[in-house]
């Protein structure tokens, strides 16, 4: 079953027949809408658990955007940040339409900005999501900033050899600097470019297998 939940972003929720089941949140990139990003479901876990795509807040040229660029990065995040953290309360709430999932079982990612916003939020976080992952993204900040909450956050990080727009040496450097700072982190490049490959999401999949049905 597909709907929207009422929360403050636009959303499409794919729900789990399943009872007690776990929850994706996906996040697009830059210029993009959530509606990219429908066949997430059927290429991962599929209604074995939630899924809840999300539409960035602020409009962009073409599309939306969680941020802006050019050393304007933060205002952007923190609102984003805080916009995920309210809608985390209202999953677990008791409002009768919502699914009654703990902040603990929600994994938080995306593609691109919404991969940074993934990582920006979870690594600050006060209390732990279930994981990240983070395709073709980077790390914004400091990791004096990463919580104990955050180093307990498994994160799942991709990204492509040849991506001309993130290069992947930034992100590959930054993957390295998490670990250093104590951040349970696995990192998986590719030959692609600044995209998603199958070889990708399947290793996505296992990871939230081992997640959710280890």
């Not at 339409?97 to 938080?108: A, F, S, T, Y």
């Not at 180093?151 to 450097?173: C, I, N, Q, W, Y």
Request: aromatic share 10%.
């Amino acid at each position: 079953m597909v709907r929207s939940l009422d929360l403050p972003l636009r959303n499409l929720f794919f729900e789990s027949a399943e009872s007690n089941a776990p929850l994706l949140i996906v996040m697009h990139g830059l210029g993009d809408r959530m509606e990219s990003f429908r066949d997430f479901p059927d290429l991962l876990l599929g209604d074995r658990i939630h899924t809840l795509l999300l539409n960035a807040p602020d409009p962009y040229v073409v599309g939306t955007k969680w941020y802006d660029l050019d050393g304007r990065q933060e205002p952007g995040l923190k609102n984003s940040r805080r916009l995920l953290e309210e809608i985390a309360e209202r999953l677990r709430s008791d409002s009768e339409d919502m699914p009654h999932v703990p902040k603990n079982r929600i994994v938080l990612s995306g593609f691109s900005q919404g991969a940074v916003v993934s990582l920006y939020t979870a690594l600050r976080a006060q209390s732990e999501f279930a994981g990240v992952g983070a395709l073709s993204g980077y790390f914004f900040g400091s990791t004096d900033e990463i919580t104990d909450a955050g180093r307990r956050t498994p994160v799942f990080m991709a990204h492509g050899l040849f991506d001309p727009v993130l290069p992947f040496e930034t992100s590959k450097d930054h993957a390295v600097k998490l670990q250093s700072a104590g951040v349970t982190l696995s990192f998986h490049e590719y030959p692609i470019d600044h995209s998603l490959c199958l070889e990708e999401m399947q290793a996505f999949k296992a990871f939230l297998e081992t997640l959710f049905f280890p």
